[in-house]
């Protein structure tokens, strides 16, 4: 597609309520990075792929925090039994070279 | 742990003035700095970027001024218009974590008519 695609553009979940955000990237682009953007702050990493390998999660703050990409094309970041402070915007980027990254528009997820 | 401060928080600049953003990294292993900007309701885009083997880029009303012994790059936005008022972003990235950028907090920048 032209751009990176983000679904759902919002999500409302109540606490303990799982969720999964979907990461539609740049066709052909290799590398597929998650980024979490809290409220009038700097998007913080969370994990990166490149193909269909998970290369670095370091940046999952919990083990409730789960991203695949099983094919190498369309990503999922699954959060379960979401708190209030998962409430942020998730921002998906994809690359052909790991530099220069295309953004989505971002999923904000509120949890009341 | 903030790897890469930016200041200021926000900037009001007058049309056709010159916005100047700023920031400093502690990590000298890195060696790719980008700045973006973020409109609300999207996505960062990629405006400019830069390494440290030179000391200024500019692109269009875009430059940046890098300083690779004071561990500081600014972004300055020349002629500005009412159409760069956003939030911008300074980040930076090692050579071995390409993948992961470390991003500043931020600044909010108004440009007045």
């Known amino acids: 597609g032209a751009g990176v695609s983000q679904s759902p553009r919002y999500k409302v979940a109540k606490r303990g309520q799982d969720v999964a955000l979907r990461c539609d990237p740049i066709s052909g682009h290799v590398s597929l990075f998650w980024y979490q953007q809290a409220l009038g702050q700097g998007p913080e990493f969370l994990t990166y792929?490149?193909?269909?390998?998970?290369?670095?999660k370091s940046g999952l703050p919990s083990d409730r925090f789960f991203a695949e990409r099983p094919e190498g094309s369309v990503s999922t970041l699954k959060i379960q039994r979401t708190q209030q402070e998962d409430s942020a915007v998730y921002l998906c980027?994809?690359?052909?070279?790991?530099?220069?990254?295309?953004f989505g528009s971002g999923t904000r997820l509120t949890v009341v | 742990q903030q790897q890469v401060k930016q200041s200021p928080q926000s900037l009001i600049v007058q049309k056709g003035g010159i916005s100047i953003i700023n920031c400093a990294y502690e990590?000298?292993?890195?060696?790719?700095f980008p700045w973006y900007q973020q409109f609300p309701g999207k996505g960062p885009a990629l405006l400019i970027a830069i390494r440290p083997d030179v000391s200024e880029k500019k692109e269009g009303r875009f430059t940046i001024s890098f300083n690779k012994s004071a561990k500081q790059f600014s972004l300055h936005i020349m002629d500005s218009q009412p159409g760069d008022s956003a939030t911008y972003f300074c980040a930076a990235s090692t050579k071995e974590g390409a993948q992961k950028l470390v991003f500043g907090q931020g600044t909010r920048l108004t440009i007045n008519p």
């Open positions: 990590n000298t292993a890195f060696d790719y």
């Open positions: 792929f490149q193909n269909e390998a998970q290369l670095d």
């Open positions: 980027a994809s690359s052909r070279t790991g530099y220069g990254y295309t």
